[in-house]
Nanobody, 128 residues
Framework: QVQLVESGGGLVQAGDSLRLSCAAS????????MGWFRQTPGKEREFVAA?????????YYADSVKGRFTISIDNARNTVYLQILNLKPEDTAVYYC????????????????????WGQGTQVTVSS
């Protein structure tokens, strides 16, 4: 079972940047498709980005974040990052890191059902 610990969230102003981290233990992230999702109260968890560590680092993004969000993996640290530029108030959410139950390709990378392990989340609040 993998353990995922997110960090890097906080209260920022619109236009600022943040880098969220997801430290993994129990598995090597480079063998998996790792994902980032976000959730606001009363809404379902929303796909943000994913990276196929096993597949040369192929990345996937939600249309709403393309151009501002960048997902990456640091194999030496076994950590997945989410760089967010030009933060907007609508980016306010709890951000979760996720790992699937198997290595290699998974089903729909944008579906939360494709992932079985989740971190505790890190809050990002963007003030206007």
């Amino acid at each position: 079972q993998v353990q995922l610990v997110e960090s890097g969230g906080g209260l920022v102003q619109a236009g600022d940047s943040l880098r969220l981290s997801c430290a993994a233990s129990g598995r090597t992230v480079s063998s998996y498709t790792m994902g980032w999702f976000r959730q606001t109260p009363g809404k379902e968890r929303e796909f943000v980005a994913a990276i196929a560590g096993w597949g040369g680092g192929t990345t996937y993004y939600a249309d709403s974040v393309k151009g501002r969000f960048t997902i990456s993996i640091d194999n030496a640290r076994n950590t997945v990052y989410l760089q967010i530029l030009n933060l907007k108030p609508e980016d306010t959410a709890v951000y979760y890191c996720a790992a699937p139950g198997r290595t290699g390709p998974i089903g729909a990378v944008s579906s939360s059902k494709s992932f079985t392990s989740w971190g505790q989340g890190t809050q990002v609040t963007v003030s206007s």
